[in-house]
């Protein structure tokens, strides 16, 4: 997984949030089944910490190997101030306004039901956390920097998708 994300962020840097997001969103999976697992929760927490000191050790070593140049870049350097241009002048809200207005209220208000139904099945409670927490990251991270055109809907897609099919799961086991 870790040469994957490294790959993902060579390839193309909007995908950064997508990495970045889905990161934030495993460490709440984490933490979320430590709070619902009482038994066997150091063993879960150990392990989890060396996964994820294994992967980054495995990305920083491969990125100072082969892009040692890339990798100092993206450290020293501010992307705010390098990417000004492309934020459009927008406010945070206006920008966020522009997700919900480009998927459309009826989307949002089907994954507000993924939410809650995912949170009222105690199975489905640490992945609901994973995702929304994906979402909203990924989300924040690139209005922070970017204005979200198509091409940077397409990092969030994944995680709206995965709150949406939570209804869709539901009602068919219901038949």
Not at 111 to 127: C, D, F, Q, T, V
């Amino acid at each position: 997984m870790a040469v994957l994300f490294v790959l993902l962020v060579i390839q193309n840097r909007t995908l950064t949030y997508l990495v970045v997001g889905f990161l934030l969103g495993l460490f709440v999976y984490a933490v979320a089944v430590i709070y619902e697992r009482n038994r066997a929760r150091m063993l879960f927490v150990r392990n989890f910490i060396i996964s994820f000191i294994y992967m980054g050790l495995l990305d920083l070593g491969i990125m100072l190997i082969f892009f040692h140049g890339l990798f100092m870049r993206s450290v020293f350097n501010d992307l705010k101030t390098a990417y000004s241009a492309y934020g459009g002048g927008l406010s945070m809200m206006q920008k966020l306004y522009s997700v919900i207005d480009y998927h459309g209220v009826v989307v949002f208000l089907w994954i507000l039901a993924g939410i809650l139904i995912g949170l009222s099945r105690k199975k489905m409670r640490p992945y609901v956390c994973m995702l929304v927490t994906w979402l909203v990251a990924s989300t924040v991270a690139i209005c922070m920097i970017l204005q979200m055109n198509n091409h940077q809907m397409y990092v969030i897609i994944i995680p709206m998708t995965m709150l949406m099919l939570i209804p869709v799961e539901y009602f068919y086991a219901r038949k």
